[in-house]
């Protein structure tokens, strides 16, 4: 993992999953809320690296995740179980999960599986921090 502090001092973090180049996963805080942006595709190898990262931010008290999906391609079964658990922890602490930026895989699966609800599914950045 990297760490980064840039002129507005946000803070990055990008996971890069060990062995593969299918998955990017950075962290930006805007004030105190987490926006995690993925890139490329979340399956069962991909997410078995994101999950701790993400679920840690919640077991350090964070009430709020955005994620940004414009860069994930792909996302499988495995990925839905991390987004979904991240969303009922979320929800068991009095939080929100809010999610933008989805491309059109994977729109239409979470549209099949109806859990672009569960996610908090909005428009914009913008949108997902109100």
Not at 30 to 56: C, I, Q, T, Y
Not at 76 to 96: I, N, P, Y
Not at 113 to 127: A, F, N
Request: proline residues 3%.
């Amino acid at each position: 993992m990297c760490w980064k502090v840039d002129d507005w001092t946000r803070y990055t973090q990008a996971l890069i999953v060990k062995d593969s180049a299918a998955m990017e996963m950075t962290t930006t805080y805007h004030g105190d809320v987490p926006v995690l942006a993925f890139k490329g595709r979340l399956d069962a190898v991909s997410s078995m690296e994101v999950e701790p990262s993400v679920l840690g931010l919640i077991e350090q008290g964070k009430k709020k995740l955005v994620l940004d999906l414009n860069g994930l391609e792909y996302v499988s079964s495995a990925g839905l179980r991390v987004l979904l658990l991240a969303a009922k922890r979320l929800l068991a602490v009095g939080g929100q999960l809010r999610t933008f930026g989805l491309t059109q895989p994977v729109r239409q699966v979470l549209q099949m599986t109806g859990l672009i609800p569960q996610l908090g599914v909005v428009d914009s950045l913008e949108e997902s921090l109100r």
